[in-house]
């Protein structure tokens, strides 16, 4: 599986909104069986009581999964269960989807950036210091041979 980060724009906080409102995600817990989509798709929609036509699931990551409600209402059924899911002898754990789901926070060190197809007015550590995050200190810039 490949992780990568995207520019946010308009298309995908619209896509978060709707997330937001009709899905929860299933994390597998203890040994991480190998379930199915079919799997959680059959006990969610047992589960929840609710049709087979009012639900999607998909794989989130290896193991976790994106439950996908027609209805906001139904998402608040699932989540207003006790929290967890099983299938067989297997526990998934059932959450409301964040944007922040999987998410961490490192520190980057760097002693060196190079910073390609800058524009020669953008030359100048004063115009550059914008990109990077506030803690960040500048020492030297460059212009590259």
């Given at each position: 599986?490949?992780?990568?980060?995207?520019?946010?724009?308009?298309a995908l906080a619209d896509a978060d909104r709707d997330f937001e409102c009709h899905?929860?995600?299933?994390m597998v817990l203890g040994n991480r069986p190998n379930l199915t989509l079919q799997d959680v798709f059959a006990m969610a929609s047992m589960q929840f009581d609710i049709a087979c036509t009012q639900i999607n699931?998909?794989?989130f990551k290896?193991?976790?999964?994106?439950?996908?409600?027609?209805?906001?209402?139904?998402?608040?059924?699932?989540?207003?269960?006790p929290g967890v899911s099983h299938i067989g002898n297997d526990v998934l754990r059932l959450s409301a989807w964040s944007t922040r789901v999987g998410a961490t926070?490192?520190?980057?060190?760097f002693k060196?950036?190079?910073?390609?197809g800058l524009p020669q007015h953008v030359w100048t550590l004063q115009d550059v210091e914008h990109l990077f995050p506030a803690p960040t200190v500048l020492t030297t810039s460059k212009k590259a041979p």
């Open positions: 599986m490949v992780s990568s980060t995207i520019m946010w724009w308009p899905a929860v995600i299933a699931v998909s794989v290896p193991g976790d999964f994106l439950i996908s409600f027609s209805d906001q209402h139904y998402r608040g059924v699932a989540l207003c269960s926070l490192i520190r980057l060190l060196a950036v190079c910073l390609e």
